[in-house]
């Protein structure tokens, strides 16, 4: 006997543009979460939160709703003495009845080229799904194949990537769940793929100036099968308060606003998402915090350099 599911339509409509990882606004702040061969290419120890709510409100025609709640947070060190750098993040993702939790390590070995540093990268952990069968409405209750209860399996999860560092500019290509693992959750016969995600990033820092720089900056995604792209830009004053702006394509019109505090040691960002597209299913507006914090890197011998004064990320 088959088993058919009324699965919420925000979840369906979601499937539909292929977002199967979390997604944040702050993602050039943020690109350990897609690209390992960032770990340790800032030269600085870096410490960072980020909290969002998406389609905050949606109401669905089911009793919990089901707007997507993604939090992150990850770590990064550079070692500068092996030319290398060390990060490990952690993502809880909360679509409905479902869940998500990647927790992976990231290696990165960090070449000098000239003005610039090219980092390769590695990552490894595990991928987390778990779904709530007492949160889904089937239409045959009798039916004795229906799974129950709350089932979480977890399966290991790997990625690689490159990225090119220069003061100047920034541009990465990485992808994720290379191994693509599968996931049955609680049944023998249905299994669940999670697809290979490549990303492109990119960004500039423009001096336009002594006290005004701007940044444009793009990140491409794709399931191999279909693509999602957006791009803005940010303008940071004095190198301490910066604000910006986005357009994630058939989503959202995004702004972002910002300061660096504590001699830059410390970075706090907001970004709200104002929805353009696909407004029948979902809520006019997403909202996400970020929160960062950066040490020295830890040395041996001379001093280390801080390659990126600003601190794009």
Do not use: C
């Not at 995600?197 to 793009?218: E, K, N, Q, R, W």
């Amino acid at each position: 006997m088959k088993k058919i599911y009324y699965i919420i339509l925000f979840v369906a409509s979601f499937a539909a543009n292929a977002q199967q990882d979390a997604q944040f606004s702050h993602y050039i702040y943020n690109q350990l979460f897609v690209n390992p061969a960032t770990a340790g290419s800032e030269n600085v120890t870096r410490f960072q939160a980020i909290y969002r709510t998406q389609y905050l409100g949606y109401q669905s025609t089911f009793d919990d709703g089901g707007a997507p709640v993604s939090q992150v947070i990850s770590a990064n060190i550079p070692l500068k003495m092996i030319k290398s750098g060390v990060g490990i993040t952690f993502v809880n993702d909360k679509i409905g009845a479902s869940t998500q939790r990647d927790f992976k390590l990231s290696y990165a070995y960090q070449l000098p080229l000239g003005n610039s540093q090219l980092g390769i990268g590695v990552s490894g952990g595990y991928f987390a799904k778990g779904i709530d069968y007492g949160r889904l409405r089937p239409r045959d209750e009798s039916d004795p194949l229906l799974a129950t209860g709350r089932v979480t399996q977890s399966v290991i999860d790997v990625g690689a990537g490159i990225y090119l560092n220069n003061p100047s500019y920034t541009i990465g290509l990485s992808m994720n769940h290379i191994n693509q693992p599968t996931f049955g959750l609680g049944t023998k016969d249905a299994t669940n793929r999670l697809k290979r995600s490549a990303y492109l990033t990119g960004s500039l820092l423009i001096g336009v100036s002594y006290t005004i720089d701007v940044s444009p900056m793009f990140i491409l995604k794709s399931d191999l099968s279909t693509i999602s792209a957006e791009a803005g830009a940010t303008a940071t004053y004095d190198s301490k308060y910066w604000l910006g702006a986005s357009y994630r394509s058939g989503d959202a019109v995004t702004g972002l606003l910002g300061a660096n505090l504590m001699n830059g040691n410390m970075k706090i960002g907001y970004a709200i998402d104002v929805i353009t597209g696909g407004k029948n299913a979902k809520s006019a507006t997403s909202h996400e915090v970020l929160l960062s914090y950066t040490l020295a890197a830890l040395r041996a011998g001379k001093k280390s350099i801080v390659r990126t004064p600003r601190y794009r990320y």
